[in-house]
Every structure is written in structure tokens, then in C-alpha cells.
């Protein structure tokens, strides 16, 4: 596996790995990887001829006060695990080489970017559509992947996607589950054992309410009170939304029979973790 650092080694690289027309997979991370990474690893792999990986803590996606400071950083353990799989190219450049002094230029999904996260992360998904269109200008992938889990993003991104004419195919992965139903995620590591019994709640709430929906409920306001309940069973537990929205636009519904996304955000001690499950139309 190659490691790049600079913009234009990574399309140095990548214009080599293009050769004889072969299709560029790009994975983007911020690293701490885990499973779920993985598993967008080996869906580009299954589907493409070049598997691109990027490790990049973007700050302009964390909100005032957040955890970018100390967000998980293990880059050796991560380029192990990637060599793993059979990256050919990891890019993971600083912030200088993404954020050059001097630059002005933002990416906003407008609309979008105001519902879910962007409520509560005021420029998450403003900092998340700038540096991914930074990514797709620099690798020009074929295909990019993405997980479920982060479903609010990957609606601005498809917005993006269409808006801006990117020549790509971007291809959502399905949330990756620790055995106990917890949705993985690098900010799992924040909890202390407490803690992750205590976030279990949240894929319970989200089981419960497509156990509803699967026995004939569809107004969303019961489904939520549903939830709410289960929720409620854990009073440490912080949340920030639970949502039943339209998947494309994130706007809500005022019931499930066309087809949802429910979405839920919460802070469990120090983690702010997010889980979904999509509801198909009746």
C-alpha cells in the first residue's frame, strides 16, 4: 500500500493506478477505524479495480466545543488494517495541505444542511460537504462508499453529488452492528463499560419502533412516542433528536407509509453516537 501526504502525490499516484482504464474506489475516513470501515473497504474492493482510502480529521466539521481535539487518532494501527485489506493508495494529507492559509471557498448544501445534525452542529455539514468535495476533486473516483449509519450526511452528499455534476456513483454501505445491536463507531471508544450498556438504547428504541411499523403502525408522532419510551428506560442518556424524515431531503413525515428515515442522536456520557434504520414503503 502506497502513503501519500500532498495533493499531488495523491494524483500522481492515482493517474498510475489508473492505467488501462481501471475504476477508482475512494473510502473516505477520519480514521479509528473499525469494522464498519472495513466493510466500505470491501465493497470497493468487490466492485472496482483501485481501492483509494483517505485518513483525515477535518475540523471544519466539528461544531464550536466539540471533540476534535480529542478525537481518536491511531494511524499506525489503521494503516495495518487497511494493508490488510489490500488498500493500493491511503492519502492522508494535514490540515495545511487541505486547508491551505488563504483559502475562502466553502461547500453548502442549503436546505439539507439545516435539518438533523445541522440543527445541533451548527457548519457539520457544511465542513463534511467541503472537504468531500475536496476528496472527489482530488481522487476523481469512479465510486465512492459511504456507511448508512451516517444517512443525514449521505443525503447532503447525494444532493452534492446531483447539484455539482460529480461524475461518480456514490454507494451506501449497510450500518455495521457490534453482536449486542450497538452501531460501531469510532466514538465508541469514549465509553466506559456503563456507558455502552447504556447506549443500547438507542438500537433498541429504533428495533421497537420498525416492530410497530412491521405490526401496522405508521403515524409518525406515536412512533416516536414509542421510542421516546423505550429512551426513557435510561435517564443518563442525552438526546438530541429522534426524527422520522423524508431519506433524500431529511424533512419530516408526518407518518412511514411512503418509506422513512428514522434517526436518532443522543450523547451517552462523553460520545455523541448517531443510529438509523430506513422503513420501506407500505
Request: charged share 20%.
Amino acid at each position: 500500500m502506497l502513503i501519500v501526504k500532498t495533493i499531488t502525490e495523491a494524483r500522481g499516484a492515482i493517474s498510475a493506478l489508473r492505467a488501462n482504464r481501471r475504476s477508482i474506489g475512494l473510502v473516505p475516513t477520519m480514521g479509528a477505524l473499525h469494522q464498519g470501515h472495513l466493510s466500505l473497504v470491501r465493497a470497493a474492493k468487490a466492485s472496482c479495480d483501485v481501492v483509494v482510502a483517505t485518513i483525515f480529521v477535518n475540523p471544519t466539521q466539528f461544531a464550536p466545543g466539540e471533540d476534535f481535539a480529542k478525537y481518536p487518532r491511531t494511524f499506525a494501527a489503521d494503516t495495518a488494517l487497511l494493508e490488510a485489506e489490500g488498500v493500493d493508495l491511503l492519502f492522508a494529507p494535514d490540515v495545511a495541505e487541505m486547508y491551505p492559509p488563504g483559502a475562502m471557498t466553502a461547500v453548502e448544501v442549503e436546505g439539507i444542511s439545516d435539518r438533523l445534525d445541522g440543527v445541533s452542529r451548527p457548519g457539520h455539514f457544511r465542513g463534511v460537504a467541503t472537504v468531500v468535495a475536496k476528496l472527489f476533486h482530488i481522487v476523481d473516483p469512479d465510486k465512492a462508499f459511504f456507511g448508512q449509519k451516517d444517512a443525514a450526511q449521505v443525503a447532503m452528499l447525494r444532493c452534492m453529488v446531483h447539484d455539482l455534476n460529480f461524475n461518480l456513483e456514490l454507494v451506501v454501505c449497510p450500518t455495521v452492528r457490534e453482536p449486542d445491536g450497538l452501531a460501531m463507531s469510532s466514538r465508541n471508544r469514549y465509553l466506559s463499560p456503563e456507558e455502552r450498556q447504556q447506549a443500547l438504547a438507542l438500537s433498541r428504541a429504533l428495533r421497537h419502533i420498525e416492530a410497530r411499523v412491521a405490526a401496522g403502525a405508521v403515524d409518525s408522532t406515536a412512533l416516536i412516542d414509542a421510542g421516546l419510551a423505550i429512551l426513557a428506560d435510561e435517564p443518563e442518556i442525552r438526546l438530541d433528536y429522534l426524527r422520522i424524515v423524508d431519506p433524500d431531503t431529511l424533512e419530516d413525515l408526518p407518518d412511514v407509509s411512503a418509506g422513512a428515515l428514522v434517526a436518532i442522536a443522543a450523547f451517552v456520557g462523553p460520545a455523541r453516537l448517531i443510529d438509523n434504520v430506513v422503513i420501506a414503503a407500505r
